[in-house]
């Protein structure tokens, strides 16, 4: 068999600007730059550069040697990418040892063995860290999801490669096969994640799955191998050609900026072809820069500093994530700009002291130790140990968040009066609300139950009494059906408890940006102030029937997460929290004799702060910066049901 054409690959400037520039996408995504929603797009260029250069390089050492050696290969692979990766993963462990949630500790000890076994994409696959869930505190981890799948094809491919160009591949696949084979595999990952789309699977399966988003790595590497084999090279040198190659590179460029300005990760498009359009524009634009080495394309991606990035861009990506999630506004004071100054400028020293103490000193052999090989496995046998081995703190057992929520509700907390005192009534105390009452239900009414409440709550989960899209992470989401009739709802629980007083907290719900009207509202605008002011009398006349009682219960303050560029979550603005309790204020005003404010933000949230933990040290709110521990809500029943019970039974 001919051995395939093509020249010793060097090193390409402009495919390290490209490299380069695919880094800095990832990072403003990650770091929360206005005007880059696609910069997770970045990762779809390392897949297909990585696909185009390993195959490239697997090509070549054919061409040279006549064969080739699946354990250099390896080898090499192994050398490249396991130190620095050892010095990131060791570092993020004894950091976040210190500064991380008991709760995830437990959840970062697997994140940290499957990123060893390169299998921490099937692990954020399916263990409900999605990629674009900020609910929980994301793991400093969740970016090796990306060198998970590339480790996977590092493995596979080099196999499929080493066959197809085996005597035995030849006689099965014919003897140009590897781009047939390359592209056939992006054309049936296109269509598994399409077909896995259309039938409903979560994004964060189809978004980490090795099988759903491999198209990427496949188009890149049939790009090397149809330049190898195919006459495209060749016809490269006709002017014609070239200037084709010329132009479809500069659109493909133009077409991969605009993706990264407006796309959203989570827009269905990109699981029905999307990712797939998106690796097809950059496999145009390598083989622009490649076959037209002087093209104006492959001259603007070798500008300085894209080249220099794009050869420590594995660093960056490395060390840029945990950088964001260690350096926030909560910690520096930061946000915006400076914040993202700080941000890059630490992830560069990080990644330039990768560089320059571990990766280097490895390829380049300049490794002290004897055995460098044994050493750095001795190394990753030592950490894997210390990791399934080293005691993590107990969870509290009062941690739980709001993945627990759809169990609790059908718990439904009650509790007895206990012995009454003669001629003494039981207070019968009833709880509406969305999944914050839920939680705070949970440990409200003590075992001693001194005030002698029989308690209900039939508070449920995603459940506000406002109406419209919520917008959530810049996205409009429609609120659960289920409660789009409360009023009917709460009707029938108090009709059916027969309460001497109804205690209602909501507002998580009502604090978010609303679509009403077709446009973007939140309290805070008049006309949607009086919107909620509404619903607040109707929950009142809806509760207060038979002249029961209504305790309306101030919003606590939230810190659910920050925003990426530092400034916090709309919802979490403590001025809408405010503005929602003078809203109770004036909805009780309407109808004092029925209706009073009960604060219990000053329980958790001391002079207006948010507060994980009280003066004791008990965790009193859960791990997603919203819910009330059962810590908490021991914390708040001590105040409130005391002034509940005196004033329900003052007009008793």
């Known amino acids: 068999m001919a051995a395939p054409p093509g020249p010793a690959p060097g090193r390409n400037a402009a495919l390290d600007g490209l490299r380069g520039l695919a880094v800095l996408a990832v990072m403003t995504f990650h770091f929360g730059v206005a005007g880059t929603p696609g910069g997770l797009l970045g990762v779809d260029v390392f897949f297909v550069l990585s696909g185009f250069l390993i195959t490239r390089l697997l090509l070549v050492e054919y061409s040279v040697k006549g064969r080739v050696s ?13 130190p620095a990766l050892l010095l990131m993963l060791t570092t993020v462990v004894v950091v976040w040892r210190f500064v991380a949630l008991p709760e995830q500790l437990g959840r970062l000890r697997l994140d940290a063995l499957s990123t060893l076994g390169y299998v921490a994409n099937w692990r ?6 999605g990629y674009f869930d900020r609910g929980l505190a994301p793991s400093p ?54 077909l896995l789309h259309g039938r409903g ?105 894209l080249p220099q990035l794009g050869r420590i861009s594995y660093g960056l990506y490395l060390w840029h994530w945990p950088v964001t999630l260690f350096v926030t506004h909560g910690r520096t004071g ?189 309290i805070g605008e008049p006309a949607f102030d009086a919107h909620l002011l509404a619903q607040l009398d109707q929950a009142i006349a809806v509760l207060s029937a038979g002249r029961r009682k209504v305790a309306l219960l101030t919003v606590p303050c939230f810190q659910q997460h920050e925003q990426d560029d530092g400034t916090p979550e709309p919802q979490d603005d403590p001025a809408r929290g405010r503005r929602w309790n003078q809203l109770l204020e004036i909805a009780a005003a309407h109808r004092p004799d029925v209706a009073r404010v009960f604060d219990i933000s000053g329980t958790l949230c001391p002079g207006g702060v948010y507060r994980k933990t009280d003066a004791a040290g008990r965790v009193i709110r859960t791990e997603d910066g919203i819910h009330i521990t059962e810590a908490g809500s021991e914390a708040v029943g001590r105040s409130l049901l005391p002034a509940v019970a005196d004033w329900a039974r003052a007009d008793g």
Request: glycine fraction near 8%; charge should be positive.
């Open 70 to 82: 699946l354990a250099d290969f390896w080898r090499r692979r192994f050398r490249r990418l396991l």
């Open 124 to 129: 954020f696959a399916f263990s409900g860290q």
């Open 141 to 194: 981890l969740l970016h090796m999801w990306s060198l998970a799948v590339e480790e996977q094809f590092y493995l596979l491919w080099p196999l499929i490669t080493w066959f197809a160009l085996s005597r035995t591949g030849v006689r099965v696949f014919g003897r140009h096969s590897l781009p047939i084979v390359a592209l056939g595999g992006a054309v049936a990952s296109t269509g598994l994640i399409a």
């Open 201 to 305: 699977f979560a994004d964060s399966r189809l978004y980490y799955g090795t099988d759903t988003h491999a198209a990427g790595l496949l188009l890149g590497a049939a790009t090397a191998s149809a330049v190898a084999y195919g006459p495209l090279a060749v016809r490269a040198l006709q002017p014609l050609v070239r200037r084709g190659l010329t132009l479809a590179g500069l659109a493909a460029a133009a077409a991969m900026v605009v993706a990264v300005c407006t796309v959203d990760g989570q827009n269905s498009w990109l699981y029905r072809g999307g990712f797939t359009a998106v690796a097809a524009a950059v496999s145009i634009a390598v083989l622009s820069v490649v076959l037209v080495p002087r093209s104006p394309l492959a001259r603007l991606l070798s500008v300085p500093p």
């Open 334 to 522: 930061l946000a915006g700009v400076p914040l993202f100054v700080l941000r890059l400028c630490l992830a560069l020293l990080a990644a330039l002291t990768s560089w320059v103490l571990v990766e280097q000193p490895v390829l380049q052999g300049r490794f002290r130790l004897p055995r460098p090989g044994l050493a750095l496995g001795g190394l990753a046998v030592t950490l894997i140990a210390a990791l399934i081995i080293f005691p993590l703190p107990p969870v509290p057992a009062s941690s739980a968040t709001a993945q627990d929520l759809a169990g609790l509700e059908g718990l439904q907390p009650a509790s007895g009066p206990g012995t009454l005192p003669s001629g003494e009534k039981p207070l019968k105390l009833m709880l509406e609300g969305d999944s914050i009452g839920l939680t705070l239900s949970f440990g409200l009414v003590p075992k001693e139950n001194p005030q002698h409440v029989e308690f209900r709550t039939y508070a449920k989960v995603n459940c506000g009494i406002v109406s419209g899209q919520y917008v959530e992470l810049g996205i409009p989401i429609f609120p659960n059906p289920n409660c789009a009739n409360w009023q009917d709802s709460w009707r029938r629980d108090a009709e059916s408890f027969q309460p001497d007083v109804t205690a209602v907290l909501v507002g998580r719900w009502e604090l978010h940006d609303r679509i009403r009207d077709g446009r973007r509202q939140h």
